[in-house]
């Protein structure tokens, strides 16, 4: 009995050896890590850390006319964002002139020094409901509003698009 349990030990190591030395090796990579694709700072949108340092040094009244163009331009509008949640909407909420189904989503890192974003998404059922929660989503559609809150710490842009495209971002 005294020499089982050694002799087990030294046989069972090498065993155990093997499966230790395959997870060492090779690259790390983090599960919960967002995809390559989200790019809220670098990537072409509407408001990327180059263009929303542009709005954010413009004067308030120009930067009411900028907003009053975007709102002109159908469809021009485009972001990323974290999806935070997203709910159907009945035909007596006023929202739902602009869609059936509002998601909710932000930026949860700054896109220009302490500014975030957040978003309200209107689209229809189908593609709001296809959408993977706290997952990454990338969208295109047209600006209905935008408030931005210059004053309070941290910034905040509060941003409402009717979105003709959505989809959650995978690679």
Do not use: W
């Amino acid at each position: 009995m005294r020499f089982r349990l050694p002799l087990l030990v030294v046989l069972a190591a090498p065993l155990l050896a093997v499966p230790m030395s395959a997870c060492d090796g090779g690259e790390k990579k983090d599960i919960l890590a967002y995809p390559d694709s989200y790019q809220p700072q670098t990537a072409d949108l509407t408001f990327n850390k180059e263009r929303l340092d542009a709005f954010n040094t413009l004067p308030a009244e120009k930067r009411d006319g900028f907003v009053e163009e975007l709102k002109g331009q159908a469809g021009a509008f485009t972001g990323q964002a974290v999806l935070v949640a997203g709910n159907g909407l009945g035909e007596t909420v006023e929202d739902f002139q602009h869609g059936e189904y509002e998601v909710v989503a932000h930026t949860p890192d700054p896109v220009l020094y302490e500014i975030q974003i957040e978003y309200k998404i209107f689209t229809t059922r189908e593609m709001g409901k296809a959408l993977h929660p706290h997952r990454p989503l990338q969208f295109k559609g047209t600006l209905i509003g935008l408030r931005y809150e210059a004053e309070s710490k941290p910034r905040k842009l509060y941003v409402r698009v009717k979105a003709d495209e959505i989809a959650t971002l995978t690679k």
